[in-house]
């Protein structure tokens, strides 16, 4: 049997240097919002020739149009601005075929509201509260014990923060958006993370149950010798998957998956390193009172 929790202090160590770096990133830097969050018109336009990116920031300056975003990729412009309507859309493109004189077709034109990208952003936090207060009420409720369940939802928010601060460090240096394919990534992680820890503090009380209470820390230690080549095995299938993903996906998908990715190796890493020293230490705390 191997003694893991003798290390609890680099675990600790560990993760408050990876929050922390993340944290910087949030308070510095911050994020790039899709419009889904914060309204406004995405338009992409394919050109047969080479364009300068100063050049249509110039021709939407000169039409007082308020853009957030210009990118020429691949002889695609992607324009993002404030909300326009059909008409302001139409007149664009004929101004920047004009200018730039070069046809433009339109591939991809959307917009949305200020009222309907708030009614998102309120929806997204809903969704999270929810997603955590159901996993406390049923892991209080399958384990007979608000200990597992609490040491379960700090390591689950262990996770959210890794994943908030390392999303913001792609944001800043690969402009990576929050849109809703982030928060899909976000909650599938959450899920993720409780499923492992489910299996540690199951086999916990499975040793608690058989030979009755001894000590809590040598009951964790046998539980996470027993599981972990499992939940590395497990996990490893998930990450190579989604490897391929990040390297040969599409740019639609690709921080998606990225996300996913940060995800899957934090909640391999929480469960045994982060949850499991969080319940023995309250489990300890609780038999001393």
């Not at 944290?23 to 911050?30: D, E, N, P, V």
């Not at 969050?37 to 336009?45: K, P, R």
């Not at 001894?214 to 490897?243: C, G, P, Q």
């Not at 940060?262 to 038999?287: C, D, H, Q």
Request: glycine share 4%; proline share 1%.
């Amino acid at each position: 049997m191997v003694n893991f929790l003798k290390y609890k202090v680099i675990y600790f160590l560990i993760s408050l240097t990876v929050i922390g770096f993340g944290f910087f990133s949030i308070f510095k830097w911050g994020y790039y919002y899709s419009i889904d969050f914060v309204g406004g018109t995405n338009l992409e336009y394919q050109v047969k020739k080479n364009i300068s990116q100063e050049k249509v920031k110039k021709i939407l300056t000169k039409e007082k149009i308020d853009f957030n975003y210009v990118s020429i990729n691949q002889k695609t412009i992607s324009i993002k601005t404030k909300p326009l309507d059909e008409k302001k859309i139409n007149q664009l493109k004929k101004t920047l075929e004009k200018n730039l004189d070069a046809d433009l077709t339109l591939i991809k034109s959307e917009t949305v509201g200020p009222t309907l990208s708030a009614e998102n952003l309120k929806k997204t936090v809903i969704a999270c509260i929810l997603a955590i207060f159901g996993i406390l009420v049923y892991m209080s409720f399958a384990f007979k014990g608000f200990n597992y369940a609490l040491s379960a939802v700090l390591a689950m928010i262990h996770d959210l923060l890794v994943i908030l601060g390392s999303y913001s460090l792609f944001s800043h240096f690969f402009r990576a958006e929050v849109d809703t394919l982030f928060i899909t990534a976000v909650l599938t992680t959450m899920s993720f993370s409780v499923h492992d820890t489910i299996v540690i503090f199951d086999k916990i009380r499975e040793y608690l149950q058989e030979e009755g209470q001894k000590d809590i820390e040598y009951f964790a230690n046998k539980a996470l010798t027993e599981t972990m080549v499992r939940s590395i095995n497990n996990s490893m299938t998930i990450i190579f998957m989604l490897l391929a993903l990040v390297l040969l996906g599409g740019s639609t998908i690709r921080f998606f998956a990225l996300t996913l990715l940060i995800g899957t190796i934090t909640g391999t890493y929480s469960s045994p390193f982060v949850a499991t020293p969080i319940l023995v230490w309250m489990e300890k705390r609780k038999n001393k009172n």
